[in-house]
């Protein structure tokens, strides 16, 4: 009796690879995009089921009526632009076309970057918005390692922070793309050494039309802040340039990961998921995944870690009313705010109260 050839059948499909060089970076982004997904959901959940899942306290100071006219205008207009970009990039796309498409997804991808948000703050106090907007304060002390004290009472603006991480993330990201091809037109000789950096630089000017205008009327501020390095430093609509520098740095690196897929459609972290033996709608949820783990790694380390190491030099901390203070810091409260004359706190560490007598009246203002 012969024995069976071992060769494959002419019928026998090609066997796909299951894994190689090609599908490193798909996997890798991958498990980090889930592991980022748990630690969010975690906090999120322990945020929404705890005791500091109510308003952040505005206090005793009275509001201009006209800056919260312009509060509650905003959220109707963030509002709006949120249900036009799910429809535009989202749903329409994946009417028409029976899949999500590619910048549908990073849109998702960028609205997952909301929850390090807080981290401005993760160990002074250096961001502050209006606690007039519509908030449940914020899920701050259910991040790993959360360090300054009171951090849950940031009030973390619902519809202005969901457009903004929906629709103005995705806004820059596009534009930097819209940039480099009009670039490649206008300055065909040189070459994207020269396009990447003017690109970069009109992302940056992008991102102070929004931020400038919202710091001069009270919306949000940057209290605290090297005084070298800010525009109108102890003024309370001061404004550290390094906020605008760090955050397109990350717009820019996505940008790039956009602008640079293959004839696939596919980014650099979505490599190799079409060896995979998995179904379609897996390989769209391990894309997701991936980019989303790109977004978050690199929104932490090219935005938050150099923000943070700047947020510890802060030497200026403006007067503010108690709606923009919502008693983490300043009167009624045992901790003085940041200055060059107050230690740094943590959530269990000695404070020096506001009211000690070895600050100076420029310290005590708050």
């Known amino acids: 009796m012969p024995l069976a050839s071992s060769s494959p059948s002419k019928a026998s499909p090609p066997p796909v690879p299951l894994a190689g060089t090609p599908a ?61 970009f799910l429809w535009a990039l989202l749903i329409k796309p994946w009417i028409r076309d029976k899949r999500m498409s590619w910048d549908g997804m990073l849109m998702l991808c960028l609205l997952t970057m909301w929850v390090q948000d807080p981290m401005c703050n993760y160990f002074n106090f250096t961001f502050m918005y209006n606690a007039h907007w519509i908030n449940m304060g914020s899920w701050s002390e259910y991040l790993p390692g959360w360090q300054s004290p009171r951090g849950s009472n940031l009030p973390e603006p619902f519809f202005l922070m969901g457009g903004i991480y929906l629709w103005w993330t995705t806004i820059n990201v596009l534009a930097f793309g819209w940039s480099l091809k009009k670039l490649r037109i206008w300055l065909p000789r040189h070459s994207m050494l020269v396009h990447i950096p003017l690109a970069y630089m009109v992302i940056c000017a992008l991102d102070m039309i929004l931020e400038l205008p919202a710091c001069f009327t009270g919306l949000f ?25 760090f955050m397109n740095f990350n717009y820019t690196a996505i940008g790039l990961l956009r602008h640079y897929r293959d004839d696939k459609g596919e980014s650099w972290v979505e490599r190799g998921v079409s060896t995979l033996r998995l179904s379609q709608s897996a390989r769209t949820l391990m894309r997701f995944f991936a980019l989303m783990g790109f977004c978050n790694i690199s929104y932490f380390i090219v935005y938050f870690m150099p923000y943070n190491w700047m947020a510890l030099q802060a ?20 901790y003085a705010c940041p200055s060059r004359e107050v230690p740094i706190p943590s959530r269990h560490s000695l404070a020096i109260p506001p009211t000690d007598p070895r600050l100076s009246a420029t310290a005590r203002q708050n």
Request: with cysteine; hydrophobic share 45%; charged share 10%.
């Open 24 to 84: 490193q970076p798909v996997k890798f982004f991958a498990l980090a995009g889930v592991i980022i997904a748990g630690i969010f959901i975690g906090a999120l959940f322990q945020w929404v089921t705890g005791p500091y899942f109510k308003p952040a306290p505005i206090g005793s100071d009275p509001i201009p009526e006209w800056t919260l006219n312009l509060i509650r205008f905003s959220e109707v207009f963030c509002f709006a632009l949120i249900l036009w």
């Open 221 to 245: 501020a940057y209290p605290g802040a090297p005084s070298w390095i800010t525009l109108w430093a102890g003024q309370p609509h001061q404004f550290p340039l390094y906020e605008t520098f």
């Open 315 to 334: 030497d200026t901390f403006p007067k503010y009313p108690s709606y923009m203070r919502y008693e983490i810091c300043g009167e009624g409260t045992p």
